[in-house]
């Protein structure tokens, strides 16, 4: 675990020295504090961060693969991979780590979504059971996000090709899955159901903790970790 916390503390101290990761501080917080207002102060609008939730799949989606793109593919791009092999590190290490920079630098900006909370106190009580219930479903949304992306920069060491595919792919694990299911029947709409992960984060939004939900997104996230694994070792006997 030693080596995690190494690779997790370089992996984070490289966000807070990359121009982008500010950038997408910036439009992070553009998007969600347009969302909250939208979603919010509005006629009938509840005190609550639901209109928030319900757009942070999109807002998500569209800005993860950037955070993520870089992760592995810039260390075979720059073969600094090479000098991070011949330290007594794993791929698991290795993984775990940018897996966990990545993720600490997600809660960063999920930081800046706290003044919301306070502004609505201002306006009516806040469910405290509700707001933790909708940080728990971001955080595991994110992390599932993270996941996927990291997978796709261990695949290739073109970051902008890994974010591509990364916004493809996860457009259809969370929308195309749950379009579908909507014009099905039967069996199929079950299993694109539990596909979706549109799906399993809406109780999330609606305040409901669900450990099948939880065990969805734990699942996922630890599926796309192996499988970058498994992608990392293929690379380094190449």
């Not at 916390?5 to 370089?10: K, M, N, S, Y």
């Amino acid at each position: 675990m030693r080596n995690v916390a190494t690779l997790v503390q370089r992996e984070l101290g490289a966000y807070f020295l990359s121009p982008i990761a500010y950038a997408l501080l910036v439009i992070f917080l553009v998007l969600t504090g347009w969302a909250f207002s939208g979603g919010t102060f509005h006629q009938g609008g509840d005190a609550s961060l639901r209109g928030l939730l319900e757009l942070s799949p999109l807002i998500l989606l569209c800005l993860i693969p950037f955070l993520t793109m870089r992760l592995i593919s810039e260390e075979f791009r720059s073969g600094t991979i090479e000098t991070l092999m011949t330290v007594p590190v794993s791929d698991v290490d290795v993984v775990l780590g940018k897996f966990l920079g990545a993720v600490a630098f997600f809660v960063v900006l999920l930081l800046g979504t706290v003044p919301y909370p306070i502004i609505l106190s201002m306006y009516g009580p806040v469910d405290p059971k509700l707001l933790l219930c909708h940080y728990v479903g971001l955080l595991l949304l994110g992390s599932l996000y993270i996941s996927v992306g990291l997978f796709f920069s261990a695949w290739t060491k073109h970051q902008l090709i890994a974010g591509m595919l990364s916004v493809v792919v996860l457009a259809v694990m969370t929308y195309l899955t749950r379009s579908i299911a909507d014009h099905v029947e039967g069996w199929p709409k079950a299993v694109l159901q539990q596909l979706s992960v549109f799906s399993h984060f809406g109780d999330f939004v609606r305040g409901l903790i669900d450990f099948n939900h939880v065990v969805f997104f734990v699942t996922m996230t630890a599926l796309f970790l192996f499988l970058s694994v498994k992608v990392l070792e293929v690379r380094r006997w190449r």
